[in-house]
């Protein structure tokens, strides 16, 4: 009984090790984000101050790790759920979240 125990665990670890080499790797996008509002951001507010950050940051002098931040798209789902997406450089993201921390309503 002992020896068909071990025999199972081994078939099961033998096929786990092969289900893992054939998963593919998970892609990642750097500097690729979702930035999603609190509920009751105003976001006519955040949109037109992280509109002026992406092209404050992009006017920037470019140096050879530029990355230049771009807003891909809106989201305007519910009042539970606005956001955007896109790509934004390290620099930017610390704007966007000043920006946000703006427009938020009292």
């Not at 949109?47 to 002026?52: E, F, G, N, T």
Request: net charge positive.
């Amino acid at each position: 009984m002992k020896a068909s125990f071990l025999a199972l665990l081994a078939t099961a670890l033998l096929a786990t090790q092969t289900m893992a080499a054939t998963v593919p790797a998970t892609k990642t996008y750097p500097n690729r984000y979702i930035i999603t509002l609190k509920p009751g951001t105003d976001k006519a507010s955040f949109d037109r101050a992280l509109s002026a950050e992406v092209a404050r940051e992009n006017a920037q002098e470019r140096s050879g790790d530029f990355v230049e931040s771009s807003i891909a798209r809106h989201f305007d789902i519910s009042d539970d759920f606005k956001g955007y997406s896109g790509q934004f450089s390290p620099r930017a993201r610390r704007g966007v979240w000043c920006a946000s921390r703006s427009a938020r309503s009292t």
